[in-house]
């Protein structure tokens, strides 16, 4: 084998390697990335609102969080970039809403490490960690 071929296959196993390497530190880098929800209850009045948030593979119960107050829980994001927590909600106003309250799609960039959810009588804000402001994403139905 002549020294320039050698040198091309030296190089295209490193190159190999460090494709490797990169992919696997890429997934090693979500299997550890933490998130947490929080959603708040701030529609006044004294008004409370019902909350059962879930993923497929971790129901968190029924909740039921007071004016004022929130719900939050802690997680970890799947290797394959799918995660999603959605939630149902009642309240005196809205008797049923779903709604995503964690989508990785939409929210690895939003809001990275924490996403926040503020409920009001106008509908639903989500803090965009990005720009520092609260974004209208969720409308009641009429």
């Known amino acids: 084998m002549s020294k320039s071929s050698d040198i091309v296959d030296t190089w295209a196993k490193s190159i190999r ?8 530190f890429n997934r090693c880098d979500l299997v550890v990335s933490k998130v947490h929800v929080s959603i708040m209850n701030r529609l006044g009045d004294g008004e409370n609102v019902t909350l059962h948030c879930q993923s497929k593979d971790n129901d968190l119960g029924q909740q039921n969080v007071a ?5 939050g829980w802690d997680f970890s994001v799947n290797t394959a970039g799918t995660t999603l ?24 960039v939003r809001c990275e490490t924490q996403c926040l959810w503020l409920v009001s009588t106008e509908g ?3 803090l965009n960690g990005r720009t520092g402001f609260w974004e209208y994403i969720y409308h009641w139905p009429n």
């Open 85 to 108: 927590f959605y939630c149902d909600m009642a309240w005196q106003n809205v008797p049923q809403y779903h709604f995503d309250a964690y989508d990785f799609g939409r929210d690895f």
């Open 124 to 126: 639903m804000y989500g």
């Open 17 to 24: 390697n460090a494709i490797v390497f990169l992919l696997l």
């Open 67 to 71: 004016d004022g107050s929130e719900f």
